[in-house]
């Protein structure tokens, strides 16, 4: 999957703008933070480990060192992302809580296989604009709903970008730049929505922003045998050729079934046996 042109990323921020401007207004990011720690008591920063939420949270930090974060431990990451969080978290000194989902990747290609690409829906039906993978419910929204829950939390603050995905860049043009999410129960407030790739790039080398090492090869650093994403063969095949070699084993030509069925009756451990942070 080759990254998007500086012109496409512009092209997608521009159409976001437009209509988060009707809807909450532009703000620059640490404006938009303040903002959310005024008008929340209990806020926390949702961190994958991902270059977006890192600068998300340097940002947070000069504004409220002691403000909460949240990441999701859920076994799939890249070897180097969970490294990199262990290591972060100790060196900028986080109020961090790490959670862990119910089931294991593993268990939800059990269930009901691997993720498929993510389908557009019709949201004049009442649909989400795309359909959310069994995965990423379980291992990503689920933990963040239970955490919610658990502490009280009335708003997230995010790295999402409009640059990233032409569905996002859609989303903040419906929302604008923060609002209330119905399912979740609380607010998402996204700081840096409109900066293009650039624009991330020079904060990180401007405020010496330690970054994963994982982005020495990949454009995305999320699960590593995600499957929902156009150009999961060609990126984890440059990453991790024992990773690729072990998933399209699991995959295989004779199907999910089979491929599962392979998996539990020999025993095959996933080669990704990552440490818990």
């Not at 401007?21 to 806020?43: F, M, P, S, V, W």
């Not at 624009?199 to 995600?226: A, F, H, Q």
Request: aromatic share 10%.
């Amino acid at each position: 999957m080759k990254p998007k042109t500086e012109a496409q990323e512009l092209a997608q921020i521009r159409l976001a703008m437009r209509g988060a401007e009707k809807q909450t207004g532009i703000y620059e990011a640490q404006d938009l933070i303040r903002l959310a720690l005024e008008r929340h008591d209990k806020i926390a920063v949702s961190w994958s480990g991902g270059r977006c939420s890192t600068v998300v949270l340097h940002i947070a930090l000069q504004i409220c060192p002691t403000i909460k974060v949240m990441h999701t431990d859920h076994g799939v990451h890249y070897p180097e992302t969970v490294k990199y969080v262990r290591a972060l978290a100790r060196k900028w000194n986080l109020n961090l809580t790490i959670t862990k989902p119910e089931k294991t990747f593993w268990e939800i290609v059990e269930e009901k296989g691997f993720p498929k690409p993510r389908v557009p829906m019709d949201p004049k039906k009442g649909q989400a604009a795309v359909r959310t993978p069994a995965c990423c419910r379980w291992l990503k929204e689920k933990p963040l709903a239970d955490f919610r829950k658990k502490e009280g939390i009335e708003a997230f603050i995010t790295g999402m970008r409009a640059a990233e995905a032409r569905i996002r860049a859609l989303s903040m043009y419906q929302k604008g730049q923060f609002y209330f999410v119905k399912r979740l129960k609380a607010w998402k407030y996204n700081p840096i929505a409109f900066w293009p790739t650039r624009e991330l790039v020079n904060y990180c080398l401007s405020n010496d922003v330690p970054i994963s090492p994982v982005y020495k090869t990949v454009n995305r650093s999320g699960c590593w045998p995600c499957t929902a994403f156009v150009g999961w063969r060609n990126q984890l095949m440059r990453t991790n050729l024992k990773f690729y070699n072990f998933l399209t084993k699991m995959m295989g030509e004779k199907g999910d079934q089979w491929a599962l069925e392979h998996f539990y009756n020999t025993r095959i451990e996933p080669p990704c046996k990552t440490e818990r942070a």
